[in-house]
């Protein structure tokens, strides 16, 4: 996929020095054990809610940053919803445009109140930079039932918030699946990958017969998109949460690049200028259409899609489930939740905390799921009726997508994504770099060692 490069430290830098960090409760928080509250209670809390959230007109900028959200998904799923609950908040798209530095963007005036985000870069890059505020009183306050959740996204968030503190809200669940363009496999008169979960082994062999040069075309069968797209499905970590070191020597690193360099040895897969990596660029699928199947998560494509259908261009192509190892087939990648965050410096965090938990009401998740979002709250009602406002979902394989479940998360060590590039590293070594794979493991192994004791001492 192409990458979202989000300079976060242009933020805080700005943030900082533009706004005032000020919080919109000095209320003691209630108890949050999911019990019921009494009908007197719930009453006390709307009045106190509605004694401090303002009435007057206000404007809350949301900055989309290092996912995929369309301004039509942001239009129909937080726009809408808001002005219908909360008709004097105006909610303002400010985006993280492709290869753009955010820091001409953020501006006096534009700081942003809430930001979309992936749950693990929250508790990451954005909690390191002291930008998320702690929505825990907030969901106290207002009688949030956080047991409505479905209970791997509640674990989720639990885990990527510090103790005791809740720092999302979370919006949809990113369910991997594999997209796969029909045309390909019809010109080369090969079956379509079956709507049973497949291994990523019988994947690259299916792949195989599809990777080929026809007509000065590379048509690529699969590309499995690097370690850390399946490393997941076996809780795999760069780095030991428990103990803080390098863990990549393991059996289950072994079995993931042995599973990678089956997919590099497939004859035309490298191409003739040592590219080994195909995904990474989403348009390949959908303007190049020269990629016959593609494992990675629903939203950051389908949005896309139904634009492109919108404009004019429909692909054929279908979904099959997200594949796995043997021993964990029936499960997919560990959940991947994308959430809406508070941001310390808004001036208007009452108001900004309504609009995101406005997102977990009945109403919002069924629009959700109509439109294309997997709902974060427990309804299996909803998603029957998943894709059913989506013209480009019409005729698609939709009971597909659920068909392999998601893994519960392991929080990741602090340092896992600082590491991450030697891993990438270590693929590519044995993609083009000629190494075999336990070469290139333990050269990746010694780097992050090294690197961990840097960060150690720095950080």
């Known amino acids: ?217 590379n048509y690529i069968g699969i590309d499995l998109f690097g370690p850390t797209n399946i490393n997941t499905g076996l809780d795999l970590n760069i780095v030991d949460p428990a103990t803080g070191k390098a863990d990549v020597t393991t059996d289950g690193w072994k079995k993931v690049f042995e599973t990678l360099k089956k997919s590099y040895e497939v004859p035309n897969y490298i191409g003739e200028d040592g590219r080994f990596e195909y995904a990474n660029d989403d348009d390949i699928f959908f303007n190049e259409q020269n990629l016959a199947m593609l494992p990675y998560n629903i939203a950051h494509l389908l949005g896309p899609l139904e634009e492109l259908r919108q404009q004019g261009t429909e692909l054929n192509w279908d979904f099959a489930p997200f594949p796995n190892f043997t021993e964990n087939l029936g499960t997919g990648k560990a959940i991947n939740v994308h959430s809406l965050f508070v941001t310390k410096s808004s001036k208007h965090k009452e108001e900004a905390f309504n609009v995101i938990a406005n997102v977990l009401s009945d109403e919002s998740q069924e629009t959700l799921s109509r439109g294309g979002r997997v709902p974060t709250v427990a309804n299996e009602a909803w998603e029957k009726v998943y894709g059913a406002d989506i013209p480009v979902l019409a005729g698609k394989k939709i009971e597909n997508i659920f068909k392999a479940e998601p893994r519960s998360v392991v929080r990741p060590h602090k340092f896992e994504s600082k590491v991450r590039k030697f891993i990438n590293e270590a693929a590519k070594n044995v993609a083009v770099g000629g190494q075999d794979v336990n070469t290139a493991l333990r050269t990746a192994q010694e780097a992050i060692e090294k690197e961990l004791e840097t960060l150690s001492k720095t950080q």
């Not at 007109?57 to 808001?82: D, S």
């Not at 820091?103 to 109140?113: F, M, Q, R």
């Not at 949809?172 to 699946?177: C, D, E, K």
Request: charged share 25%.
């Open 1 to 217: 996929m192409k990458k979202f490069v989000v300079l976060l430290i242009s933020i805080m830098v700005v943030v900082t020095s533009l706004t005032a960090c000020a919080s919109g409760s000095g209320n003691k928080p209630a108890a949050t054990d999911g019990s019921d509250q009494s009908t007197s209670s719930n009453a006390n809390k709307d009045a106190e809610k509605t004694e401090e959230v303002s009435t007057e007109p206000i404007t809350l900028k949301v900055l989309r940053a290092g996912i995929t959200v369309t301004e039509t998904e942001f239009q129909k799923f937080l726009v809408e919803p808001t002005k219908k609950k909360y008709p004097n908040i105006t909610l303002e798209w400010v985006d993280a445009p492709e290869d753009v530095e955010l820091e001409p963007l953020i501006t006096a005036g534009t700081v942003p109140d809430i930001i979309f985000a992936s749950t693990a870069a929250v508790s990451t890059t954005y909690k390191e930079l002291d930008l998320v505020e702690n929505l825990k009183p907030y969901v106290d306050k207002n009688g949030v039932d956080l047991s409505r959740l479905k209970p791997a996204v509640l674990d989720a968030i639990t885990k990527y918030s510090p103790e005791n503190e809740l720092s999302v809200i979370p919006f949809s669940i990113n369910v991997p699946v594999l997209f796969y363009n029909k045309d390909i496999f019809d010109k080369f008169g090969v079956s379509y990958p079956k709507d049973d979960q497949s291994t990523w082994d019988e994947l690259v062999e299916l792949g195989k017969q599809v990777t080929r040069n026809d007509n000065g075309v």
